[in-house]
């Protein structure tokens, strides 16, 4: 049988647990060095997933910025830029978001009426269908036949809710940013879910890191003991 990639989920949130607030406007919590660090974890990643919701919110081209990793990648026979993989069921995503013209191959699962909706993307995506609805374990089975053996999922809020509630999260990076958002309607980490074990189930903590005024928090949800190789040494 072929491994599932390894799922490495990365999230920047507030003091209080949101990750934007209620405006029009994009909430950046990141830092520069924080933004950097997530850029390191991209070169690292052989594939980078979001939700349609985050693609239509924040129009993400998903990139290696740092031209040192991109050649870095190609030096060791990797293409230039992670595959940029979007989740959608309903299929209602615009092609004029710039996701789809710049850099790197794209992958868009979805159902099979999100399929019958895609035919704008002809050409900027390879469209998979999952069935009757989104099922993020055979998401992982399908990605691993491709060879993906590092997949970064950036969000956003229902993303992060389903790999967790569906314990196929192997490790979580959350990047907390001192700020308080305080606003109701604002989208948070996650959803209300039935997650693995409840509220007495324990991650485990392996590791805390400062990076400019952001404290980066290092989660291994399936494990309340022991570390595991870096992310970014597993190339």
Same mark, same amino acid.
């Given at each position: 049988?072929?491994?599932?990639?390894? &799922?490495?989920?990365?999230?920047?949130?507030?003091?209080?647990?949101?990750?934007?607030?209620?405006?029009d406007?994009?909430?950046? /919590?990141?830092?520069? =060095?924080?933004?950097?660090?997530v850029? $390191?974890?991209?070169?690292a =990643?052989?594939?980078?997933?979001?939700?349609?919701?985050?693609?239509?919110r924040?129009?993400?081209?998903? /990139?290696?910025?740092?031209a040192?990793?991109? *050649?870095?990648?190609?030096?060791?026979?990797?293409?230039?830029?992670?595959? @940029?993989? &979007?989740?959608?069921?309903?299929?209602?995503?615009?092609?004029?978001?710039?996701f789809?013209?710049?850099?790197?191959? @794209?992958?868009?699962?979805?159902?099979?009426?999100? *399929?019958?909706r895609?035919?704008?993307?002809t050409?900027?995506?390879?469209?998979?269908?999952?069935?009757?609805?989104i099922?993020?374990?055979a998401?992982?089975?399908?990605?691993?036949? $491709?060879?993906?053996? $590092?997949?970064? &999922?950036?969000?956003g809020?229902?993303?992060?809710?389903?790999?967790?509630?569906?314990?196929?999260?192997?490790?979580?990076?959350?990047?907390? =940013?001192?700020?308080l &958002?305080?606003?109701?309607?604002?989208?948070?980490? !996650?959803? +209300?879910?039935?997650? +693995?074990?409840?509220?007495r189930?324990?991650m485990?903590?392996?590791?805390?890191e400062? !990076?400019?005024?952001i404290? !980066? /928090?290092?989660?291994?949800? @399936?494990?309340? *003991?022991?570390?595991?190789?870096?992310?970014?040494?597993?190339?």
């Amino acid at each position: 049988m072929t491994a599932r990639p390894r &799922v490495l989920l990365s999230v920047a949130v507030s003091i209080d647990g949101y990750i934007d607030d209620d405006s029009d406007a994009r909430l950046i /919590l990141s830092d520069a =060095a924080d933004l950097d660090r997530v850029d $390191r974890l991209r070169a690292a =990643a052989d594939a980078i997933l979001i939700g349609a919701g985050t693609l239509r919110r924040d129009n993400p081209r998903l /990139l290696v910025n740092n031209a040192a990793r991109r *050649a870095a990648r190609l030096a060791e026979g990797r293409a230039e830029y992670p595959i @940029k993989i &979007v989740v959608s069921a309903r299929g209602d995503l615009a092609p004029e978001l710039r996701f789809w013209h710049t850099g790197g191959e @794209k992958l868009v699962y979805t159902t099979n009426f999100g *399929a019958a909706r895609l035919s704008g993307l002809t050409g900027l995506a390879e469209i998979v269908s999952l069935g009757t609805e989104i099922d993020l374990g055979a998401l992982l089975d399908d990605l691993g036949r $491709r060879g993906i053996a $590092r997949l970064l &999922v950036e969000g956003g809020t229902s993303m992060h809710t389903q790999f967790l509630a569906g314990d196929l999260a192997d490790e979580l990076r959350m990047a907390v =940013a001192p700020i308080l &958002v305080g606003a109701t309607a604002a989208p948070r980490f !996650v959803d +209300p879910a039935e997650f +693995p074990g409840g509220a007495r189930r324990r991650m485990g903590l392996v590791g805390v890191e400062q !990076v400019g005024d952001i404290a !980066v /928090l290092r989660y291994l949800p @399936k494990s309340v *003991a022991g570390e595991s190789v870096a992310w970014e040494q597993e190339q």
